[in-house]
């Protein structure tokens, strides 16, 4: 009898991880036959190219992603109104390393935020590792000196992004804390593990009461060649001059599609990335294949007739890269609204073969999505870690949602990463749509299970 009753037990589980493998097997075939995520992006590369936050390139991406989602036929798209920082590149990035009657060039592009030098400005360069050996030095040895940030990324660590973590500081808060001792300017190595000549860029802050020097990236081929120099001479000067801009800050957009739960119409799963890009390159991998992927979720759902049990909504955010506020707006107005999210999944680094997903939920949420581990082992996917999710989902985080991340495969991410390596041919086509078929299964099981 415990035997009988034991087999009856495990029965409903099973037809429904047979169910289920079914399923996903279909939302692969769907996908790999008949997905246009890979379409998609060569629009959003090719005929609107990079969309940095307030610029009309951001503009016509979220006019771009409002027609898309309502070509799909969900239930209702809507854009959510989002003030957004408006920064401007300029057209001068000039750095000469001075070495007595000769000099070099640079490969140099400004850091998001920084402040324009007015005009040339000219000085000797202190070379440091850590922030904390400003201190060390001290306000003697620093001040009206362009301060050098080369710490590489840490070449053994797996996990490109633990390593893009580990040297992020420099870039975040360098110019900050080398102001604090006179500094007139900085350089950060790029933070990236290719060795080559195409500068990284990304978001920097001052600080309140502190001067605003300009900031710029340095190529890793420079970076090693300055490095060497200095090591040499220790007085070697340079000139460095931008003409970046800030502005007044503007009205912009998330862009949201919703299919309406046909059971639980009042709890929400979100798919996700940002549709803001950094103004080099094309935003392909960060975080095109992101917004693409996300769509795609959708498309898939509607052409397998697939109807969500909880209000499915696809949010393509803005302004990721510079400030945050598409994923902190659209979090204040969930709190505001008192609406409930379970799950939210986002896809953010890369559009690279998929290997897994990093969960920030409770044991019993991390115990689900492992318990899925077999129904994805045919497609070559097995990370199920406990882990960051994403940028724009996180500040949805309350302790009761079950935020996630696609984890593709990252060495080489960082590659392409806020430079201008970053456009639509490196982009594989089939890599980026098996990533979009995992994140299409794991919303399926989401929405079926929780």
């Known amino acids: 009898m415990r035997k009988v009753l034991f087999l009856l037990t495990l029965l409903p589980f099973g037809l429904a991880a047979q169910t289920d493998s079914t399923q996903i097997a279909n939302i692969f075939e769907e996908v790999l036959t008949q997905g246009a995520c890979h379409d998609d992006l060569r629009v959003l590369c090719k ?13 016509r991406a979220i006019e771009w992603g409002f027609e898309v989602l309502s070509s799909l036929q969900p239930d209702t798209v809507f854009l959510q109104d989002i003030l957004v920082p408006h920064w401007t590149r300029g057209n001068t990035e000039k750095a000469r390393l001075k070495t007595g009657n000769e000099s070099r060039d640079l490969h140099i592009c400004a850091l998001g935020g920084s402040v324009g030098s007015q005009g040339e400005i000219e000085a000797e360069v202190i070379m440091v590792k850590e922030l904390s050996e400003l ?6 040895q620093v001040e009206g000196k362009i301060v050098f940030y080369n710490r590489a990324l840490n070449p053994v660590l797996i996990n490109t992004g633990a390593a893009y973590g580990g040297a992020f500081d420099q870039r975040s808060q360098g110019a900050a804390e080398a102001a604090k001792y006179g500094a007139v300017g900085t350089l950060v190595r ?12 990304g978001a920097m802050n001052y600080e309140a009461g502190v001067d605003s020097i300009p900031a710029a990236a340095i190529s890793t081929v420079d970076a090693n ?32 599609a919703e299919l309406r739960g046909s059971e639980f119409p009042e ?63 659209y979090a204040a107005a969930v709190k505001e609204g008192g609406e409930e999210h379970v799950a939210a999944l986002e896809s953010d680094s890369g559009g690279f073969s998929p290997r897994g997903f ?33 940028v724009d989902i996180r500040p949805l985080k309350n302790g ?26 490196s982009v594989h086509k089939r890599e980026l749509e098996l990533g979009a078929a995992a994140m299409a299964s794991m919303i399926y099981l989401l929405d079926k299970h929780l």
């Not at 005929?47 to 503009?59: C, F, V």
């Not at 949602?401 to 984890?407: E, I, S």
Request: one cysteine or more; aromatic letters at 8%.
């Open 267 to 329: 709890q929400y799963i979100v798919v996700g990335g940002h549709l803001d890009s950094w103004d080099i390159g094309e935003g392909a991998h960060d975080d095109g294949a992101g917004i693409v992927q996300s769509i795609q979720v959708l498309r898939t759902f509607q052409n397998l007739g697939i109807r969500p049990k909880h209000s499915l909504r696809v949010v393509l955010f803005i302004n990721e890269e510079n400030g945050n506020r598409g994923g902190i707006g």
């Open 400 to 425: 009761t949602v079950l935020l996630m991340g696609l984890v593709p495969d990252n060495q080489r991410y960082f590659d392409y990463h806020h430079s201008k390596n970053d456009v639509y041919e």
């Open 190 to 201: 790029s933070l990236t593990h290719a060795l080559d000549t195409l500068p990284h860029t």
């Open 47 to 59: 005929d609107i190219g990079a969309r940095l936050s307030g610029s009309p390139e951001a503009d």
């Open 358 to 390: 990093s969960m920030e939920g409770d044991d019993a949420q991390a115990a689900m999505v492992r318990a899925w581990s077999s129904l994805f082992e045919p497609y070559n996917i097995h990370l199920f870690r406990r882990g960051w999710s994403g």
């Open 225 to 256: 060649y300055l490095s060497a120099s200095l090591r040499e001479n220790p007085k070697l000067r340079i000139a460095m001059e931008l003409d970046c801009e800030r502005h007044p800050d503007r009205m912009q957009a998330n862009v949201i």
């Open 135 to 140: 201190a060390e030095l001290g306000r003697e």
